[in-house]
């Protein structure tokens, strides 16, 4: 048995930190009902990230909405509310991410549901905050990065500012939503009441970087900054990094640099004595590394690192990594069925509860595919 089996979730929500958190509860064994306006759904349904399409449908939407029952209702038509407000009465939890005042006006903030249901723990997802100057702001992840400071951490000095190559910050947002979610869930166990999850696109991605902003809010509040020589972390001494070889790329964490010296025979390095160093004269050091590496190929270096215990790792694409047998043991994928019939194939949940792998599957909804099911099932 999961360990969310019986609750029921209403996921409201739309593109991906809403979506992300319902998807994973419903990982975790709840009924997660997708509801969305008829016809045309969640726009995150023509929100693509390549070309590529499945059943009309984005694969993000597939991706992000997987393991979920759909229910299309007009939240502007009396009689659809109506039987949503009566969903609700039978609800554990609700999910919304619309811009601060818009559930208000659809009769469905979080003043009314609690009195439809004073058990239901209610979650949402803005981009700023209900409140302050910026609620009004598109809630959007490359915004939020970019707002947060995150994007200055990335790339080599002198780059500017880089984003990130995958919606962090709707991800972090989505797991803050979940953690939110369950701690309610289990004070409600003991109160018998439910409760308001808020979480911000801004908060998550500032919490994410919490080890860095704290380093600032103590240092006198300096910038962040960046090794100009294959930067792998604007706040870690060298080698931190990856860097080229004759044949692909080696990856390097912390370590001595004299050790390394004595490993890879670089003479240069040797002189480093001094672990001040590898912070004040982080780039020349990298430098040093990035020659020296170059001149043989990254198995050769790997070969003399990893029986000496020096943190150290081959640099993968997808394709490569889904080759290895460390891969493979993890048994990551799963393949997923559309309404129409189309598998496709996906992530698992990455959560293991007494070692056993979460995979399910069904796919994500068509626009009120389960209608039917659900008004017998709930009595709407």
């Known amino acids: 048995m999961k360990p969310l089996e019986g609750l029921t979730i ?33 726009i995150c349904r023509q929100l693509y990230i390549s070309n590529l399409k499945v059943e009309e449908d984005s694969t993000l939407f597939h991706s992000i909405n997987r393991n979920k029952e759909g229910y299309s209702a007009d939240l502007k038509n009396p009689d659809d509310l109506a039987k949503v407000k009566k969903l609700i009465t ?8 619309f811009r601060p005042g818009v559930m208000e006006k659809i009769g469905l903030g979080w003043e009314t549901v609690r009195e439809i249901n004073p058990r239901i723990v209610y979650g949402s997802v803005t981009g700023y905050g209900r409140t302050g100057p910026w609620a009004g702001k598109p809630g959007q992840d490359l915004l939020a ?4 400071g995150l994007s200055w951490l990335s790339g080599d000095d002198g780059d500017g500012p880089v984003p990130m190559g995958l919606a962090v910050v709707d991800l972090s947002a989505g797991a803050h939503l979940v953690q939110g979610i369950l701690a309610c869930l289990l004070r409600r166990g003991t109160t018998g009441e439910g409760g308001r999850v808020e979480v911000s696109l801004l908060e998550s991605i500032l919490d994410l970087q919490f080890e860095v902003i704290t380093t600032h809010l103590n240092d006198g509040g300096l910038s962040p900054a960046r090794s100009a020589v294959q930067n792998g ?18 990856a390097l964490a912390m370590g001595s640099i004299p050790r390394l010296g004595e490993l890879l025979d670089c003479p240069e390095l040797l002189e480093f004595t001094d672990p001040k160093s590898w ?23 790997l070969d003399i690192l990893e029986p000496a215990d020096i943190w150290c790792s081959d640099v993968f694409h997808w394709s490569e990594l889904r080759e290895t047998k460390g891969y493979q043991a993890l048994d990551m994928e799963q393949t997923i069925r559309c309404p ?40 709407l």
């Open 145 to 148: 990065q970019s707002m947060s």
């Open 279 to 301: 912070f004040d004269r982080r780039d020349e050091i990298k430098t040093v590394l990035r020659d020296h590496l170059r001149t043989r190929s990254t198995q050769d270096w």
């Open 233 to 250: 972390h604007a706040y870690v001494s060298a080698p931190y990094g990856i860097y080229p070889t004759a044949d692909r790329h080696l």
């Open 90 to 97: 039978q609800a554990d939890a609700l999910i919304e991410n």
């Open 10 to 42: 209403l996921d409201f929500s739309q593109f991906l930190a809403g979506p992300s958190a319902a998807m994973r509860l419903a990982d975790l064994g709840a009924h997660v009902i997708k509801i969305e306006r008829p016809k045309t759904g969640d």
């Open 340 to 379: 129409g019939g189309t598998e496709i194939s996906t992530l698992r949940c990455p959560i293991r509860i007494d070692g056993e792998i979460y995979k399910s599957p069904k796919g994500a909804p068509s626009i009120g595919q389960h209608n039917e099911k659900i008004e017998t099932h709930y009595e």
